[in-house]
């Protein structure tokens, strides 16, 4: 929650109005009827706000806490509205005895339920009482031509010269487990490697494709996680990626870089990551199409359409 306390409650982005009503709720939302009457109470100034425009539908970026207000102001203005879930409502929330009937709620609210994966939509589909619509529309995977690069072996003299390996999350997030990352370097270093371990906080998406181009392997080694996007950008940059069986990397990922999450196994990952590189017959953009701006366009068109008609 870094910045929120300065974040302005107006602003452009792309020449759009943003506006940020904020509302009150304490850690792990120990009384949720609390955090959802905050978010609620938000919704007659919204509407003074707006004016007099009213939108065709609502999109909700996630479901706790939220979808209170979407499914409110839904209700109110008679128009149909989509919730969307990218992980920490179903791996989080849902396992809470204090949320889990509330997101079960919203879930089975919402016009139209959209899951960033696969994994989230077949746990969508076992909620009581189910869902009236559920679609898997992945995050989008889309960087630009100067950072794209081809996944190579390593070019660097083997275990002469000192390798960087991304972890692309804040380490002070425990589900992102650095601790096992560090465990990983020194393993490799056993090893006998040169190992230095580079992290990602709150930093502007063309710095991190930039540190994605000057690492030679980036590491995934967290808990929970609906993609991770990281891992798609980081391979369109020419970076392998090795990771635990996390999200839907072994949907694109060679079988030798998805490793149980000890640091021996992904040691062994990133050795062969390194030694190898891409070796799959179809390429870095055959195996992410299904996450491409073309594929997720026309998802989120059909769906919409489908919506407001």
Not at 69 to 90: C, E, M, N, S
Not at 148 to 171: G, H, N, Y
Not at 295 to 305: G, I, K, R, Y
Request: hydrophobic fraction near 40%; glycine fraction near 4%; aromatic fraction near 8%.
């Amino acid at each position: 929650m870094m910045g929120v306390a300065k974040a302005p409650k107006r602003w452009m982005k792309d020449g759009a109005e943003i506006l940020s009503p904020r509302f009150f709720a304490l850690p792990e939302h120990p009384y949720p009827r609390m955090t959802k009457w905050s978010i609620r109470r938000h919704a007659k100034t919204i509407e003074r706000q707006l004016d007099l425009w009213r939108p065709e539908v609502i999109l909700c970026h996630t479901l706790w806490p939220v979808a209170e207000l979407a499914q409110h102001l839904a209700t109110r203005w008679k128009v149909p509205w989509a919730g969307i879930v990218h992980g920490y409502d179903f791996d989080v929330a849902l396992d809470q005895p204090s949320l889990s009937k509330h997101v079960a709620g919203f879930s089975h609210g919402c016009d139209a339920l959209v899951c960033a994966s696969s994994r989230l939509s077949s746990i969508a589909s076992r909620l009581e009482p189910s869902p009236k619509q559920i679609v898997t529309i992945p995050c989008m995977t889309e960087i630009g031509k100067e950072w794209r690069r081809t996944v190579k072996p390593l070019s660097k003299s083997w275990k002469k010269e000192a390798i960087d390996i991304l972890f692309p999350a804040d380490p002070r997030r425990p589900e992102k487990r650095h601790l096992l990352a560090l465990q990983t370097g020194e393993e490799l270093e056993r090893r006998g490697w040169i190992v230095g371990i580079t992290t990602l906080r709150h930093q502007p998406r063309d710095i991190v494709f930039d540190r994605m181009l000057v690492a030679d392997v980036t590491l995934v080694t967290s808990k929970r996680e609906a993609g991770p996007l990281v891992a798609r950008e980081s391979l369109l940059c020419g970076t392998p990626v090795v990771s635990v069986n996390v999200g839907e990397v072994k949907d694109y990922l060679p079988e030798e870089w998805v490793t149980e999450a000890t640091p021996s196994a992904l040691a062994d990952g990133i050795e062969h990551a390194l030694f190898h590189g891409w070796k799959s017959d179809a390429s870095v953009e055959e195996k992410l199409a299904f996450s491409s701006r073309e594929q997720v366009t026309e998802a989120w068109s059909a769906l919409l359409s489908d919506l407001v008609s």
